[in-house]
T-cell receptor, first 117, second 114 residues
């Protein structure tokens, strides 16, 4: 079974609108972290936001917020006031504290976001 | 200067050739990782290393080998490249510790095997 599922291959939004990118995860580890990365067309991986499994509040970083619903095992990324520069691929990833691969990240397949003017 | 560097940035090679991708970091992190990215599949873990003497296989290690020459250097080798190893390869580093440690990625190496 997939550990990280991103069900939206592509999303389209207009400038200044908010958009939610979905991510669900599967783990039996009580301690884990959830990450979102942005990959523009140039290819680099840009860290956006982190949520720990024990964090009580949803993480926020500027225009990015993470809607963390632990019981539903979802960690959706919300981008407020979209900008043209937000057009990119977005990856959700998880790190489990007791994963055999230690602190390696498990990635979803990504969602391509296209922002239009 | 970038904290995590990868060389080369782009490489075209032929089937059967040996190729090495190099990664260096100045962050002082113990942990280093190699991932590959294929379209539609996200990033998958090839190898990871917790320190110079601790190297482990990841999800897709077949056809690859690695060397941790120093804390700051982690190389990925394709002993005999094949076309389905054409991909974007990322090196990453993180501090040791719990699940909240961010991974820092290099810029990636685009490898094409003809």
């Amino acid at each position: 079974a997939q550990k990280i599922t991103q069900t939206q291959p592509g999303m389209f939004v207009q400038e200044k609108e908010a958009v939610t990118l979905d991510c669900t995860y599967d783990t039996s580890d009580p301690s884990y972290g959830l990450f979102w990365y942005k990959q523009p067309s140039s290819g680099e991986m840009i860290f956006l936001i982190y949520q720990g499994s024990y964090d009580q509040q949803n993480a926020t970083e500027g225009r990015y917020s993470l809607n963390f619903q632990k019981a539903r095992k979802s960690a959706n990324l919300v981008i407020s006031a979209s900008q043209l520069g937000d057009s990119a691929m977005y990856f959700c990833a998880m790190r489990e504290a007791y994963n055999q691969a230690g602190t390696a990240l498990i990635f979803g397949k990504g969602t391509t976001l296209s922002v239009s003017s | 200067d970038a904290d995590v560097t990868q060389t080369p940035r782009n490489r075209i090679t032929k089937t059967g050739k040996r190729i090495m991708l190099e990664c260096s970091q100045t962050k002082g992190h113990d942990r280093m990782y190699w991932y590959r990215q294929d379209p539609g599949l996200g990033l998958r873990l090839i190898y990871y290393s917790f320190d110079v003497k601790d190297i482990n296989k990841g999800e897709i290690s077949d056809g690859y080998s690695v060397s941790r020459q120093a804390q700051a250097k982690f190389s990925l080798s394709l002993e005999s490249a094949i076309p389905n190893q054409t991909a974007l390869y990322f090196c990453a580093t993180s501090e040791s510790g719990g699940p909240n440690n961010e991974q820092f990625f290099g810029p990636g190496t685009r490898l094409t095997v003809l």
